[in-house]
Nanobody, 127 residues
């Protein structure tokens, strides 16, 4: 079983940047497409990005295009989400999730496709 672990969250001022990371405490991410989701209090979980396992094909939600960049380093068993230009509305718990397959689905933003989930890392954007 793949156990995902997120890190890199924190408190940041509007306009700031963060890099979130996702790795495993056991196993490898290398064979899975990996998605990033976020969930703000009282809101549904929102898919923000996905990267395929080997082709490095990436997908982004419209709400984050141009500010979020997903990447992976299979040698380090890590998937990163670089976030620039943080806004208060980006405040949420951010989760990484492993798809059941190697490729991101066209509707990657639907939690349905993901088999394994991390526990999340809190991102708070506030002055």
């Amino acid at each position: 079983q793949v156990q995902l672990v997120e890190s890199g969250g924190g408190l940041v001022q509007p306009g700031g940047s963060l890099r979130l990371s996702c790795t495993t405490s056991g196993g490898t991410l290398n064979y899975f497409a990996i998605g990033w989701f976020r969930q703000a209090p009282g809101k549904e979980r929102e898919g923000v990005s996905c990267i395929s396992s080997t082709e490095n094909t990436t997908y982004y939600a419209d709400s984050v295009k141009g500010r979020f960049t997903i990447s992976r380093d299979n040698a380090k068993n890590t998937v990163n989400l670089q976030i620039h230009g943080l806004k208060p509305e980006d405040t949420a718990v951010y989760f990484c999730a492993a798809d059941a397959g190697e490729f991101c689905s066209d509707d990657f933003y639907k939690p349905f496709w993901y088999e394994y989930w991390g526990k999340g890392t809190q991102v708070t954007v506030s002055s």
